[in-house]
């Protein structure tokens, strides 16, 4: 399955679109690996103050289920 391919791949992963209303919940989210390290991403569209639009990542560690 998709959320099994950062435990395959070092130094890759995926992100998942989330559906919420709430601005502080995250776009996407998804476990990767980056040097053998288990984490999660959170990602937020954002724009800054001239307009352009950019992606604001956050990676924090992956608890284990």
């Known amino acids: 399955s ?3 391919h950062a435990k395959k791949k070092n130094n890759t ?7 919420s ?14 040097d053998g390290k288990k984490l999660e991403v959170y990602i937020w569209p954002a ?3 001239d307009g352009i639009r950019y992606l604001d990542l956050s990676f924090e560690p992956r608890s284990e289920k």
């Open 2 to 4: 998709c959320q099994n």
């Open 13 to 19: 992963g995926v992100a998942f679109k989330r559906e």
């Open 21 to 34: 209303e709430n601005p502080n919940t995250p776009a996407y989210s998804g476990p990767i690996m980056v």
């Open 47 to 49: 724009t800054d103050r």
